[in-house]
C-alpha cells in the first residue's frame, strides 16, 4: 500500500520545463519529493485524509525559480530599513528616511534595548537608507549633511547610494566617525577631489569612507536574522525557491544555518563565499557541494566567489576598447577603458589554487576583457566544465569568447534585469555606443551550446522580470523565448549549482519545489506582472497569497 502524500496540486498545467517542455495535469508531493505527475485522477489517488488537495483551477506550475546571483541581506536592508530605490528626488529620499527615523525611535523606546547584539553593537539607533540613484531624478546630486541633518540632528543617518561607493551622512555620523573616516573618502566644500582642503565636509563620502560605515553598520547575528527573514519573503513571493548567494564578511552564513536548523529558512542557499574564505573553508574542511544532500538540508557550500573588473555605471569594468565616453570623465583620463580590481596575474593564482583544492570558482566579469581574463585563467585548470567554473554577468562578450565559454564548459551566469540599462539613450547606450546592442547575448550563447544561469543579483530582485526582459531583448537577435528564459532561471541556474535533476524540473523523485502562477507566463501580455499565487519549497507551501 502507498502512503498518503502531503500536497497534491490537481487541475493544473504542470510544466517540467525539460526538453522538450511536458505538461501534466496533476503533481503529488511526500516528504519533499514529488511523487507522482500525471493526470488529476490518477495523482488523486495518493491524496489521504491528511493531504492537502489544492484545486489550481487551470493555473501553471512550474519548478520552483532559483535566481543563481543574490545577496539577501542587501534585500533584507531595503525592507527593514529605508528603501531609497523608491525616492524619486532628494525631497522623497529624505521624507523615506524621517519616516524611518520615527521607527527607529518607537523601537529603541520598547526598552527592550532593541535586538541586543544587533547593528553596531549597542548602537541601535542608527537610520539607515538603501538604494538611492540621484541619475534619476530631476535634480542630479548627491544627498548631503544638511539634507540627513534635516531628518536627525540627534542619531546617525546613513544614506547609501545604489551602488554602495558613495553615501551621505550627518553631522552625528561626522561627529562620531571623525577619526575613523579616512580623510580622502569625505568630500569638503570647494574640494577639488584631492581631498586636502580645509572646507567644512558636505556630508558625501566616497570609497574607503564608505567602506568604514558599512563595517560600522554590518549586522550582528540577531539583526542578521531579521534581514533574512525579510529578504526570504520578498523572495519567495516571487517564486524564488533557491538562491546562490554571495557572501563576504557577514554573520549571513551563521544565520541561514541557524534558521535552517530552527526550520524557519524558507527557501534554499548555495553559498558562494567571497575568495577572502578561501583558507578557512579549507582548514575546516567545508569544499563545495558540502551540506544540501539530503532531505530537509537546505544550506550548500558553493563555489569561492572573486571579482575582476568593476561596472559599466563606474565606467571601471574592463573593456577591451575605450568607453564610448570615457572623455566625459577626466578621472577615466589615464585608464579609459576601465579597471582591474583583481588583477589578471592575481586571479589566475586564486584560481590555480581554489580548483586544485576542488572548489567550484565564480569571478564577476563584465566588460569583454575582463571575461577574457576570466577564461583565460580558467582554461588553465584541469578541467573547468567538470568543475562547473562559472562566470558572474558576461555583460559584454566576444564571438571568441562565446565560443571559449562552450568549448571548455564554463556557466555563464547572466543578469537578464540588466537590460533595463541597454535602451536606446540609456547606461549601456553612453558608456558603449553602439556596443549596447552586443551585451547581454543570450541567445548567441544558448545557440552555441553554453550553460546559461539566470540570476538577479538583487537589483532588483525578481525572476519573472527577468524572463520579461529576456523574452523583449533590446536586441530582437538576442531574445530567448519563454521557455528557454524560464529554463535559465530553473534547470539552468540548478546546474550552475550541481542541482540538475534535483532541481529546475517536475519528475518523480525531484525535490518538491514549486511555483503556481495566476496567469500564464506563455499567454500574458506582461509577463513582469503575472501574480505569484504560491510557492513550494521541500514540499513545504513557504507562500501563498490570499
Ligand atoms: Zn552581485
Redesign the pocket.
Known amino acids: 500500500m502507498t502512503a498518503a502524500a502531503d500536497l497534491v496540486l490537481t487541475n493544473a498545467e504542470v510544466h517540467t520545463l525539460g526538453s522538450p517542455d511536458e505538461t501534466h495535469e496533476a503533481v503529488a508531493v511526500r516528504d519533499g519529493e514529488v511523487v507522482r505527475v500525471g493526470r488529476t485522477f490518477d495523482v488523486e489517488l495518493l491524496a489521504g485524509v491528511e493531504t492537502r488537495v489544492v484545486d489550481c483551477g487551470g493555473r501553471v506550475v512550474l519548478p520552483g525559480f532559483i535566481d543563481a546571483?543574490t545577496?539577501l541581506p542587501m534585500v533584507g536592508r531595503s525592507i527593514v530599513h529605508a528603501d531609497l530605490s523608491e525616492a524619486g528626488s532628494a525631497a522623497e529620499a529624505v521624507e523615506l528616511l524621517r519616516e524611518r527615523a520615527a521607527e527607529v525611535e518607537r523601537e529603541t523606546e520598547g526598552g527592550d534595548g532593541g535586538t541586543g547584539d544587533g547593528i553596531g553593537g549597542d548602537e541601535t539607533d542608527w537610520v539607515l537608507g538603501y538604494g538611492y540613484d540621484e541619475s534619476r531624478w530631476d535634480e542630479s546630486r548627491y544627498l548631503t549633511r544638511d539634507d540627513l541633518d534635516a531628518v536627525s540632528e540627534s542619531r546617525p543617518v546613513v544614506a547609501f547610494r545604489e551602488d554602495l561607493h558613495t553615501a551621505g551622512v550627518n553631522s552625528v555620523v561626522l561627529d562620531r566617525y571623525a577619526d575613523e573616516l579616512p580623510d580622502e573618502g569625505v568630500r569638503t566644500a570647494g574640494s577639488d577631489g584631492d581631498g586636502d582642503d580645509a572646507g567644512d565636509p558636505t556630508g558625501i563620502v566616497v570609497e574607503g569612507a564608505v567602506d568604514v560605515l558599512r563595517e560600522a553598520t554590518e549586522p550582528g547575528r540577531a539583526e542578521m536574522a531579521e534581514l533574512v527573514r525579510a529578504a526570504q519573503s520578498y523572495a519567495t513571493a516571487r517564486g524564488v525557491t533557491g538562491v546562490h548567494d554571495?557572501v563576504r564578511g557577514s554573520r549571513a552564513p551563521e544565520v541561514y544555518r541557524d534558521l535552517a536548523d530552527a526550520g524557519e529558512l524558507a527557501l534554499r542557499v548555495r553559498i558562494n563565499y567571497w575568495s577572502d574564505h578561501l583558507d578557512a573553508l579549507r582548514e575546516v574542511g567545508l569544499r563545495t557541494n558540502h551540506g544540501g544532500g539530503s532531505r530537509g538540508d537546505l544550506v550548500t557550500v558553493g563555489a569561492i566567489k572573486t571579482f575582476t573588473d568593476g561596472s559599466f555605471g563606474g565606467r571601471t569594468a574592463k573593456l577591451t576598447e575605450p568607453y564610448a565616453d570615457a572623455a566625459a570623465d577626466p578621472d577615466a583620463a589615464d585608464d579609459e577603458t576601465g579597471q582591474w580590481v583583481v588583477a589578471p596575474e592575481e586571479l589566475r593564482d586564486l584560481v590555480a589554487d581554489a580548483d586544485e583544492s576542488g572548489y567550484q570558482l565564480t569571478a564577476h566579469a563584465i566588460g569583454d576583457a575582463a571575461v577574457d581574463a576570466v577564461l583565460d585563467a580558467y582554461e588553465e585548470t584541469d578541467d573547468p566544465g567538470a568543475a562547473r567554473h562559472r562566470v558572474?554577468h558576461v555583460e559584454l562578450a566576444s564571438d571568441e569568447a562565446i565560443e571559449r565559454f562552450a568549448d571548455s564548459g564554463v556557466v555563464a551566469s547572466v543578469q537578464p534585469n540588466f537590460l533595463k540599462w541597454a535602451d536606446e539613450g540609456g547606461l549601456y547606450d553612453a558608456r558603449l555606443g553602439e556596443r549596447r546592442l552586443r551585451t547581454n547575448r543570450y541567445r548567441d550563447l544558448l545557440d552555441a551550446g553554453v550553460d546559461l544561469a539566470f540570476g538577479s543579483?538583487c537589483m532588483p530582485l525578481g525572476p519573472l522580470l527577468g524572463v520579461d526582459l529576456a523574452t523583449d531583448h533590446p536586441n530582437p537577435d538576442q531574445s530567448l523565448t519563454v521557455t528557454e528564459a524560464l529554463r535559465a532561471y530553473t534547470s539552468g541556474a540548478a546546474y550552475a549549482g550541481f542541482d540538475e535533476g534535483r532541481l529546475g524540473t517536475v519528475a518523480v523523485g525531484t525535490a518538491a519545489d514549486l511555483v503556481v502562477l495566476d496567469e500564464s507566463p506563455w499567454e500574458t501580455d506582461s509577463i513582469r506582472d503575472v501574480p505569484v499565487s504560491m510557492t513550494v519549497v521541500d514540499g513545504r507551501v513557504v507562500f501563498e497569497r490570499d
Do not use: C, N, T
Open positions: 546571483h545577496h554571495m558572474e543579483d
